[in-house]
């Protein structure tokens, strides 16, 4: 069981960036899906998650309304499309899976049973 996440970068605060979960060894289709990111210092802070079979779609407010997480099933994959970034967003995003009963709670790391390796992403200003 292993996730990957891709397509950090740098880019200019306005810009976008798409980035990439694929997983090998299990079908992405039945788990939750999560997008982390973790700035220096600071905690791992839950960007969104895709409920099984992509239900369902959850943001944290600091990036409602720019980023929409979505799936493609073919290719087990989850997509974080990121736009109108700024250098607040600058972290490293993370993906994690899902196995377990939904309680609301896929903000929090706990939740989650697998995790990609991190890609990063840094805004210029």
């Known amino acids: 069981v292993q996730l990957q996440a891709s397509g950090g970068g740098l880019v200019q605060a306005g810009g976008s960036l798409r980035l990439s979960c694929a997983a090998s060894?299990?079908?992405?289709?039945?788990?939750?899906i999560g997008w982390f990111r973790q700035a220096p210092g600071k905690e791992r802070e839950g960007v969104s998650c895709t409920t099984v079979s992509g239900g369902s779609t959850y943001y944290s407010d600091s990036v409602k309304g720019r980023f929409t997480i979505s799936r493609d099933n073919a290719k087990n994959t989850v997509y974080l499309q990121m736009n109108s970034l700024t250098p607040d967003d600058s972290a490293v995003y993370y993906c994690a899976a899902s196995n377990n009963l939904w309680d609301s709670t896929w903000y929090k790391p706990g939740f989650y049973d697998y995790w990609g390796q991190g890609t990063q992403l840094t805004v210029s200003s």
């Open positions: 060894g299990f079908n992405l289709a039945y788990y939750a």
